[in-house]
């Protein structure tokens, strides 16, 4: 496999992961179960890692396609430019999901509210 393939591995689980974590997070807070509310952090701090490597593989895969008939470097720039904006807002929301985790061990409402601000985020 090379980096294009890596590329597009990766990148699928985060945008897979943002879906099933508001899903997640939404049914946590309707029942209010710290539990569930937990596990929404978690995975959203994994979804926030795991967008790390789908980001550094970028452009190792741009090397690769940049060449290819109907690939433009505009097209390529475009994308480039989302997936920033994207990668910092998942990795903000990661962090105040990190926040919202271990502030809530310490005062449940506090780390409530930061879950409440993590779907807003997402």
Known sequence: MNAAHWH??????PLIGIGFVILLMIIA????????????????IIVALW????????????EIVKDIPGISENMIHEHEE?????FIF???VG??????LIGGRFNRKLGNA???VTLIGL
């Open 82 to 86: 989302m997936a920033e904006k994207a």
């Open 51 to 62: 967008a790390i490597p789908a980001y550094l593989t970028g452009e190792p895969a741009e």
């Open 114 to 116: 930061l879950a409440v």
């Open 8 to 13: 597009l591995v990766l990148n699928h689980i």
């Open 95 to 100: 962090g105040i999901a990190l926040i919202g």
């Open 90 to 92: 998942i990795e903000v």
């Open 29 to 44: 807070l309707i029942r209010k179960s710290s539990e569930l509310i937990t596990l929404s952090l978690i995975f959203t």
